[in-house]
């Protein structure tokens, strides 16, 4: 099986039933990180789709350990064997590092390193303008949407707002590169 292929047979065992509104939105956001494949080297296309199929698999309640779903996503991906580079963008998607940083598990997740590439940016590209539904939308009507789907209280409002400056930014670098590339997405 390649490696597109397999990334989706795990995703959709592991989020259909369990997390169905998570299933959509992943869907929605692969369908987003195809649209920037134009930007990333032909052999590295997979691994961009690989990527944006599995990067929520975290939130799946047979693989949920810490409560962090980037970290449990990539040791869960890693003990299935799927490649280390794959892991590593699961485990630092949108951002992670910094929600790592507030749940006190940075240690864990450094067990990784964040490539900070073009594939990488438009992996976070992706995730940022899908919204919950898999519908398109914008970086900031996405952070407002996350603060008020968690609540003013939670973690991962707290979250989003420190780390909006550097999803902003990997959001304006992957749209640049499309522009420059001739890719017109919305
Ligand atoms: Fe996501």
């Given at each position: 099986?390649?490696l597109?292929?397999?990334?989706?047979?795990?995703?959709?065992?592991?989020?259909?039933?369990?997390?169905?509104?998570?299933?959509v939105?992943?869907?929605?956001?692969?369908?987003?990180?195809?649209?920037?494949?134009?930007?990333?080297?032909?052999?590295?296309?997979?691994?961009?789709?690989?990527?944006?199929?599995?990067?929520?698999?975290?939130?799946?309640?047979d693989?949920?350990?810490?409560?962090f779903?980037a970290?449990?996503?990539?040791?869960?991906?890693?003990?299935?064997?799927?490649?280390e580079?794959?892991?590593?963008?699961?485990?630092?998607?949108?951002?992670?590092?910094?929600?790592?940083?507030?749940r006190?598990c940075?240690?864990?997740?450094?067990?990784?390193?964040?490539?900070?590439?073009?594939?990488?940016?438009?992996?976070?590209?992706?995730?940022?303008?899908?919204?919950?539904?898999g519908?398109?939308?914008?970086?900031?009507?996405r952070?407002?949407?996350?603060?008020?789907?968690?609540?003013?209280?939670?973690?991962v409002?707290f979250?989003?707002?420190?780390?909006?400056?550097?999803?902003?930014?990997?959001v304006?670098?992957?749209?640049?590169?499309?522009?420059?590339?001739?890719?017109?997405?919305?």
């Amino acid at each position: 099986m390649d490696l597109v292929a397999w990334a989706y047979a795990v995703a959709e065992g592991r989020l259909v039933l369990s997390l169905p509104r998570r299933w959509v939105h992943v869907q929605g956001v692969a369908k987003r990180a195809a649209l920037a494949a134009g930007i990333v080297p032909e052999a590295e296309r997979d691994l961009l789709m690989a990527a944006a199929v599995l990067h929520d698999v975290g939130y799946a309640q047979d693989v949920a350990e810490t409560g962090f779903h980037a970290l449990d996503g990539a040791r869960y991906l890693e003990e299935q064997g799927f490649p280390e580079r794959l892991c590593a963008l699961v485990a630092h998607h949108s951002c992670a590092y910094r929600e790592a940083e507030l749940r006190g598990c940075s240690a864990e997740l450094a067990r990784w390193v964040d490539e900070e590439t073009p594939l990488r940016d438009a992996l976070w590209w992706a995730d940022m303008t899908t919204g919950p539904d898999g519908d398109t939308t914008g970086i900031r009507e996405r952070i407002a949407e996350i603060q008020a789907r968690y609540g003013p209280e939670d973690l991962v409002t707290f979250f989003v707002r420190q780390a909006e400056p550097e999803l902003v930014a990997a959001v304006e670098r992957t749209e640049a590169r499309l522009k420059a590339a001739g890719i017109e997405v919305r």
